[in-house]
Nanobody, 120 residues
């Protein structure tokens, strides 16, 4: 139900935009998590249905922006000023609840993941 795309290889300082298209239903909130090699999965950011509330991990604040397009039922993650430590598999998530939580258990639906590699 969640299809993420837009991953790839980029140099440090570059930018990428991930998109996550939802099919079958409209979700209340949506967001992104990521998992770097050898590390636990971590929260990146989330947005509520109206877009009036967002929440970001400290490590990406000021560099990443989440937005959503209801007409396309799609959520975006704009990533600027990318760093090698942003290298990870990024997972799109969605919730039935109006949350922008950083807890994995608050998200009921997970996409398949898309890989981003940032070279130094």
């Amino acid at each position: 139900q969640l299809q993420a795309c837009g991953g790839g290889l980029v140099q440090a300082g570059g930018c990428l935009r991930l998109s996550c298209a939802a099919s079958g239903r409209t979700f209340s909130s949506a967001g992104w998590f990521r998992q770097a090699p050898g590390k636990e999965r971590e929260f990146v950011g989330a947005i509520n249905y109206s877009g009036s509330r967002t929440n970001y991990a400290d490590s990406v604040k000021g560099r990443f922006t989440i937005s959503r397009d209801h007409a396309k039922n799609t959520v975006y993650l704009q990533m600027n000023s990318l760093k090698p430590e942003d290298t990870a598999v990024y997972y799109c998530v969605a919730s039935r609840q109006p949350t922008v939580s950083d807890r994995q258990n608050d998200y009921h639906y997970w996409g398949q993941g898309t890989e981003i590699t940032v070279s130094s």
